[in-house]
C-alpha cells in the first residue's frame, strides 16, 4: 500500500511540475508580448527555456534533498533527460519526418552542444564540477542564447499586443506566473522525494531512478512537442527543440548545480565512463549524417531506439 501511495504523489509531482511549467511559460510570454519586448528576444529565452524548467527544477531538487545520492541524482536527471530526448524523442523524428534538415541551424546547435559536453565531461574526469567550472558551463547558455537571437535577426518587428486593458492583463498573468513557478517548486520536490523514497525502499540506486523515472517523467514535454511536430511535419522545430533542450540540460541545469552544490557536483565513475560517452556517442550518430549530407534517415532512429533499450536493459540488469 505504501508503495501505491509513493507512486501516486510521484504522478501527482510531475503533472504537477510539468503543467505549472507550461502555465509560466505561457503567462511569461503574454507579459513579455504585451511589454512590446521583440519576439525574436521571446523566442531566443523565454521559449527555448520552456521545455527545460521540469529537468532544471528538479536536478536542483535533487541537489538540496536530504538523499546520499543527491549528486548522482541531479546529474543522472540531467544527462537522462539528454539520452532520452536524442535516442527516443530525435530518433521518432527521423522516423517519421526523414529527409533534408536545416543543416546550418542545426550544425550551429550541434557545436555549441559537442563543446559543452565536452567540457562537462573534461570538468568531470577528477570526480567534481566546481564552482567555477560550473559558471563556465553556464556561459555557454549565453553563447547559446546570442546566436538564437543572431539567427532571428529577420523578425525584426516588436510583437506589441494591444489589449483593453493592459494593466489588469499584466497582474492577472504575474499572479499565474508566480502561482505556477510555487507549483514548479512542489511538483519538483515530490518528483524527487518519491524516486528517492521509491530508490530507499527497493535497493535501486539514485542514479539509476534518476536516469529513467525522473529523466522520462522531466522529458515528456520535449515528446509532447516532437509529437506535434511530427503531426504538422515541422522537422526543424523537433530537432531544434531536442538540441536546443540538451544544450540547456547541459549547460543550464548542470552548471547551475555545479555552482550551487556545497562542496561541487559530484559525478560517479559510471556517469563519467558509461553515461556521458554514450550519450556523446547516441548524438554523434544524428549529427555527423546531418553535417555531412544534410539529411536525417529512418536507420538512425531505429539505431538511437534500439540503443536506448539495450541502455535501458543493462541498467536494469545492474540493480
Known amino acids: 500500500m505504501e508503495i501505491f501511495l509513493i507512486i501516486v504523489w510521484l504522478v501527482v509531482g510531475l503533472v504537477l511540475l510539468i503543467k505549472s511549467a507550461d502555465f509560466f511559460v505561457n503567462a511569461a510570454v503574454k507579459i513579455a508580448e504585451i511589454s512590446g519586448i521583440p519576439k525574436m528576444i521571446i523566442g531566443a529565452t523565454i521559449v527555448s527555456l520552456a521545455t527545460t524548467l521540469p529537468e532544471f527544477f528538479t536536478s536542483m531538487s535533487a541537489l538540496f534533498s536530504n538523499s546520499s545520492e543527491a549528486s548522482d541524482m541531479a546529474v543522472g536527471n540531467a544527462i537522462g533527460s539528454v539520452f532520452f530526448n536524442t535516442a527516443i524523442i530525435l530518433s521518432?523524428?527521423?522516423?517519421?519526418?526523414?529527409?533534408?534538415?536545416?543543416?546550418?541551424?542545426i550544425i550551429e546547435k550541434a557545436v555549441i552542444l559537442g563543446i559543452a559536453l565536452l567540457t562537462l565531461w573534461i570538468f568531470a574526469l577528477d570526480g567534481v564540477v566546481t564552482w567555477y567550472e560550473g559558471a563556465i558551463q553556464l556561459t555557454f547558455v549565453l553563447i547559446y542564447t546570442l546566436i538564437n537571437i543572431h539567427s532571428t535577426k529577420k523578425q525584426q518587428e516588436y510583437n506589441r499586443k494591444v489589449v483593453d486593458?493592459?494593466?489588469?492583463?499584466?497582474?492577472?498573468?504575474?499572479?499565474?506566473?508566480?502561482i505556477s513557478a510555487v507549483g514548479i517548486f512542489f511538483g519538483a520536490r515530490l518528483l524527487v522525494d518519491n524516486s528517492v523514497k521509491i530508490a530507499e525502499m527497493t535497493g535501486v540506486s539514485g542514479r539509476v531512478i534518476s536516469i529513467t523515472i525522473m529523466a522520462i517523467g522531466t522529458s515528456l514535454p520535449e515528446l509532447t512537442t516532437t509529437i506535434t511536430s511530427i503531426i504538422k511535419k515541422e522537422q526543424s522545430l523537433s530537432i531544434g527543440n531536442v538540441l536546443g533542450a540538451n544544450i540547456l540540460n547541459v549547460t543550464l541545469v548542470l552548471g547551475s548545480c555545479g555552482v550551487f552544490a556545497k562542496n561541487g557536483l559530484i559525478v560517479?565513475?559510471?556517469?563519467?565512463?558509461?553515461?556521458?560517452?554514450?550519450?556523446f556517442g547516441i548524438i554523434?550518430?544524428?549529427i555527423i549524417p546531418i553535417i555531412l549530407n544534410g539529411k536525417i534517415k529512418r536507420w538512425q532512429g531505429f539505431i538511437g531506439i534500439v540503443t536506448y533499450l539495450a541502455y535501458m536493459t543493462y541498467l536494469l540488469a545492474t540493480i
Open 92 to 105: 521518432l523524428a527521423a522516423i517519421f519526418m526523414s529527409g533534408k534538415v536545416d543543416r546550418k541551424n
Open 165 to 178: 486593458d493592459k494593466a489588469k492583463v499584466l497582474i492577472i498573468n504575474f499572479i499565474i506566473l508566480v
Open 268 to 279: 560517479g565513475k559510471a556517469t563519467k565512463f558509461i553515461d556521458l560517452p554514450l550519450g
Open 284 to 286: 554523434a550518430l544524428f
